[in-house]
């Protein structure tokens, strides 16, 4: 059969720690993926922002390319003010059928003019394939902008293609300064973006240099962690972070402190659990004891009341012959009706001390008087029964404010102890001394000892040692020693225990002497 403590203990790990632990593991493994999701949101996040910065700058140049068929001057106007008006267009080159025009900046010297509209020109038939595909585009009514290869560093190239009329189509060359554009155009949209959370910086590919960012941040700081290509300038990259803390470190600090929490959140349970099994498990033990006690108590009493029973009928009966063995009858039955009232006192001080109901009368008393009265009271019952007494009185009366009646009960319940548990010697002997703060009452019989496991509890109530023949043999209420320690406490003092199994016991009571 199961003991019930191990049952509880099964109960409150199935009901409690398990559930918890389980819940624990699938949390622990749940966080990693988590994390992947939180991650991947994250990534998406980065990757829609730069998506949108680019969209811009394609939303930039195509604004141009619609000004020139929407805006009210004609096209020519129209260009010249583009050109004016935007600092990152070097230029625009518009080719038909019949002529080739180029509007420039207007600080650009004539002989440069000169070698940009060759260069334009060369740019235009080096990406004829391009352009026609740009002008099939716009047949279907579909605008479109082209990047056109063009070696000039710093400069990007780009065509569009517009109806003239129903017949005939023209072809727009756009010149930019592409770091103009980038500072120009999409500066104020990158830091619109970015606001507060991001850094976000333009980076020259060939280069692997940042030529634009929307903060300046020292290297240490810089941990890009997504990088796409602007789709109208190839030769360039975008760049993103977070500012502080990345998603991943918030995550991570996140998921360090929820495995944590699930880790402390656990051993508090355990904890809990353990506290809880411990509490039922005394409470248990505690409930055994006071049945035990109960019955040991009816044991101790039965045999003083059956022996004074039998004494006084047979007086009763008239039956003795002689006076003497009449007196011997009589002392019998006061010696056994002294044991029960002692035993009476003891479990009524006793209840007294647990409902804390107990009171101390402290006075200044001789000790050694009241260890003599006791051996007065006793020593000749106890020579009666074969026992060797022993007194060494205090040499020098210490000065105690003692409650007498009580110091008497803790002495006398020693020395019942030291009559019970005496094995074979009976010799029992009470010594007194002092040093410089206590003052010492040894009680110390040479019998069947006390083990080391067993010393610390016997000043528990109820607590009896079950091992060893004349341990189980002897009867007790396992309250006596409790008795004595509430005693000590109360007069702040202590008692302590020295015993082996070979040498018998010796019990000390310390007063403390200011
Ligand atoms: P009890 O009524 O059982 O004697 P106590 O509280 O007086 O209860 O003592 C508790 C236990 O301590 C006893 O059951 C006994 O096992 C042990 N004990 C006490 N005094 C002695 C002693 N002098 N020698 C050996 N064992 C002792």
């Given at each position: 059969?199961?003991?019930?403590?191990?049952?509880?203990?099964?109960?409150?790990?199935?009901?409690?720690?398990?559930?918890?632990?389980?819940?624990?593991?699938?949390?622990?493994?749940?966080?990693?993926?988590?994390?992947?999701?939180?991650?991947?949101?994250?990534?998406?996040?980065?990757?829609?922002?730069?998506?949108?910065?680019?969209?811009?700058?394609?939303?930039?140049?195509?604004?141009?390319?619609?000004?020139?068929?929407?805006?009210?001057?004609?096209?020519?106007?129209?260009?010249?003010?583009?050109?004016?008006?935007?600092?990152?267009?070097?230029?625009?080159?518009?080719?038909?059928?019949?002529?080739?025009?180029?509007?420039?900046?207007?600080?650009?010297?004539?002989?440069?003019?000169?070698?940009?509209?060759?260069?334009?020109?060369?740019?235009?038939?080096?990406?004829?394939?391009?352009?026609?595909?740009?002008?099939?585009?716009?047949?279907?009514?579909?605008?479109?902008?082209?990047?056109?290869?063009?070696?000039?560093?710093?400069?990007?190239?780009?065509?569009?293609?517009?109806?003239?009329?129903?017949?005939?189509?023209?072809?727009?060359?756009?010149?930019?300064?592409?770091?103009?554009?980038?500072?120009?155009?999409?500066?104020?949209?990158?830091?619109?973006?970015?606001?507060?959370?991001?850094?976000?910086?333009?980076?020259?590919?060939?280069?692997?240099?940042?030529?634009?960012?929307?903060?300046?941040?020292?290297?240490?700081?810089?941990?890009?962690?997504?990088?796409?290509?602007?789709?109208?300038?190839?030769?360039?990259?975008?760049?993103?972070?977070?500012?502080?803390?990345?998603?991943?470190?918030?995550?991570?600090?996140?998921?360090?402190?929820?495995?944590?929490?699930?880790?402390?959140?656990?051993?508090?349970?355990?904890?809990?659990?353990?506290?809880?099994?411990?509490?039922?498990?005394?409470?248990?033990?505690?409930?055994?004891?006071?049945?035990?006690?109960?019955?040991?108590?009816?044991?101790?009493?039965?045999?003083?009341?059956?022996?004074?029973?039998?004494?006084?009928?047979?007086?009763?009966?008239?039956?003795?012959?002689?006076?003497?063995?009449?007196?011997e009858y009589y002392k019998v039955i006061n010696t056994e009706a002294n044991r029960l009232s002692n035993m009476v006192n003891n479990i009524l001080n006793f209840s007294k001390i647990e409902s804390g109901k107990r009171e101390y009368h402290f006075k200044e008393a001789d000790i050694n008087d009241e260890i003599e009265t006791i051996l007065e009271?006793?020593?000749?019952?106890?020579?009666?029964?074969?026992?060797?007494?022993?007194?060494?009185?205090?040499?020098?009366?210490?000065?105690?404010?003692?409650?007498?009646?009580?110091?008497?009960?803790?002495?006398?319940?020693?020395?019942?102890?030291?009559?019970?548990?005496?094995?074979?010697?009976?010799?029992?002997?009470?010594?007194?001394?002092?040093?410089l703060e206590f003052a010492y009452i040894n009680v110390i019989d040479f019998g069947i000892g006390i083990s080391k496991k067993d010393q610390p509890l016997i000043f528990d109530k109820f607590y009896r040692v079950s091992s060893g023949d004349l341990a189980n043999k002897v009867k007790g209420s396992g309250i006596g020693l409790s008795i004595v320690?509430?005693?000590?406490?109360?007069?702040?003092?202590?008692?302590?225990?020295?015993?082996?199994?070979?040498?018998?016991?010796?019990?000390?009571?310390?007063?403390?002497?200011?």
């Open positions: 059969m199961i003991k019930p403590g191990l049952k509880i203990g099964i109960l409150l790990t199935l009901i409690l720690v398990l559930p918890s632990l389980f819940f624990s593991a699938y949390e622990i493994s749940n966080i990693n993926q988590n994390e992947a999701v939180i991650d991947s949101v994250y990534s998406s996040q980065l990757e829609s922002i730069l998506f949108s910065v680019n969209q811009y700058s394609d939303d930039v140049i195509s604004g141009w390319a619609n000004q020139l068929d929407k805006g009210k001057y004609g096209v020519e106007t129209e260009i010249k003010l583009l050109v004016s008006k935007n600092y990152s267009i070097d230029a625009f080159f518009l080719i038909d059928s019949l002529k080739h025009q180029l509007f420039a900046k207007e600080k650009i010297p004539e002989d440069s003019i000169t070698i940009l509209k060759r260069n334009l020109e060369n740019a235009f038939t080096n990406n004829a394939g391009n352009i026609e595909r740009l002008q099939e585009y716009i047949k279907s009514g579909y605008q479109k902008i082209g990047v056109l290869d063009f070696n000039r560093k710093g400069k990007s190239l780009f065509a569009f293609a517009r109806t003239v009329d129903s017949l005939s189509v023209e072809t727009l060359l756009l010149l930019v300064d592409t770091e103009k554009f980038i500072k120009e155009n999409l500066g104020p949209k990158i830091q619109g973006i970015a606001q507060d959370q991001f850094f976000i910086s333009v980076i020259d590919k060939k280069l692997n240099t940042e030529i634009y960012s929307n903060v300046v941040f020292d290297e240490g700081e810089k941990n890009i962690q997504q990088r796409r290509q602007i789709w109208l300038f190839p030769a360039y990259d975008l760049g993103i972070q977070m500012k502080g803390n990345t998603i991943e470190d918030l995550v991570r600090e996140r998921t360090n402190t929820n495995i944590i929490m699930l880790i402390v959140m656990d051993l508090i349970l355990l904890l809990g659990a353990w506290l809880v099994y411990r509490n039922i498990r005394q409470q248990m033990k505690l409930t055994q004891l006071k049945s035990d006690f109960i019955s040991n108590v009816s044991h101790e009493i039965r045999t003083p009341l059956a022996l004074i029973n039998m004494y006084s009928e047979t007086l009763e009966m008239g039956r003795l012959p002689s006076e003497e063995k009449k007196k009271n006793y020593g000749q019952h106890l020579h009666k029964k074969g026992f060797e007494i022993k007194f060494e009185a205090f040499d020098e009366l210490p000065k105690l404010i003692i409650d007498k009646e009580a110091v008497s009960e803790a002495i006398i319940n020693l020395i019942d102890n030291a009559v019970k548990y005496c094995g074979e010697t009976r010799r029992i002997e009470i010594k007194c001394h002092t040093d320690k509430h005693i000590m406490d109360a007069h702040n003092g202590q008692i302590t225990v020295q015993s082996s199994k070979e040498g018998g016991t010796c019990f000390t009571l310390s007063f403390p002497l200011r």
